[in-house]
């Protein structure tokens, strides 16, 4: 099943909304559309009168697929967007590839009210039909058109075509866009203070229930941003197609060194990482940590400690960190703890050193005080805490190196 239903949407966007034409439109598309300028860079014949406007409406306007886009300011309709799931067009389209098309009264142009409605519209489409992509076109001499589709990600397919059907459609070359849906696009860039919350929510989404019943870890993050060890340059979200799913950030670590040296060795730790739940196994984790890895590197970090999973994180390059002479605060010195992991990052950083990594205070802001936290996690919505065979404590706001 691909087409979408006889079900009418509105969609809305912060300017304008997309709304189904209505026959008290027909002023206002007549203003628009019987500009000639209009039609003739859409390839259709400019409305003559009201009437043909308000016939327009009953009848070529008249399906699910095609909108009126409404300015809200003045709740008119300044122009249509819509698309016809079958390209009825003489372009080289997929067998029932969709065929998008639109036009913006000529006064609202260049102002991004066409790519806006457009991205709406698409983002529907995304979320309501099962088509795998869609087949734009427009005329060479029509520059703005081509941009419009540009900027929603449509990409020139290298083909161009003629229809002499279209309105001054003869001997005018078109150009072929086409917009791949199924094809995702991944991001990684610096957290915002704008998507804190939502982060916050992600960790504790991604934590929930798996190391103890609930999870701190959100607060965690929610108090590291305020601490002198958090690397605000290793804070990372990860996007796809624009929503977050994952998250990493930084702190800065200390390793103690062995008599006969003495002092600190600076290094890193990382955590929490989190992925939502829906995009887990599929590979992001190792993405983002290898991203943020080769970030670390270029702001000069020499060293990663962390507690974790080697069946996991070696593949992200982590090793057993006796192996390198460094030993976890919470074990005996001579003990294999298979899950305090390290990395060098810089080549030798480690060479002749032997000490102790202490975990930053900063994890343990839940331990430390359990009333802060608990009136945080109130300000989030219920949910239920649940016992698991391989949680690490069965409270989280027990610390699990005191157990
Ligand atoms: C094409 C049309 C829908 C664009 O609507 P709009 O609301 O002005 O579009 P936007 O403002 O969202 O984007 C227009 C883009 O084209 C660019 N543009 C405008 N004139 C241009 C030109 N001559 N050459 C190259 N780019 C041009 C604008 O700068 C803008 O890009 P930017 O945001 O990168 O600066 C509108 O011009 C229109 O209705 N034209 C007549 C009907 C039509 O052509 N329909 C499409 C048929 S395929």
Redesign the pocket.
Known sequence: MQTESNRVYSLCSQRISLRPWQESDAEALYKYAGDP???E???WSPHKSVEESQEIIRTVFNNPTTWAIVLKESNEAI?AMGYMPDCPLNLPAREGEPLV??????P?????????ALRLMLDHIRKETDYTSLI????VD????G??ME?CGFVPTGETAVDEDLYFGENRLMRVLRLELQTKTMNIRLEQPEDYREVENLTREAFWNVYAPGCVEHYVLNQYRNNPDFIPELDFVMEEDGKIIGHVMFSRAKIILDSPLSGELEGATFGPISIHPDYKRKGYGLKLLQYALESAKTIGIGVICMEGNIDFYKHAGFVVASTLGIHYHAEPKDAEVPYFLAQELIPGYLKGIEGTYHTPKGYYVAFENKEAFEAYEATFPKKEKAMHEGQLVDDCTKNPNEQ
Do not use: L
Not at 108 to 116: K, L, S, V
Not at 136 to 139: A, G, N, Q, T
Not at 142 to 145: C, E, I, L, Q, T
């Open positions: 300028i209009v039609g860079r859409a390839g122009g098309g639109y036009w913006v009264g000529k609202y142009w260049n102002q991004g009210i066409c790519t806006e734009c076109s427009h005329f029509n520059p703005a058109s941009r419009v900027k």
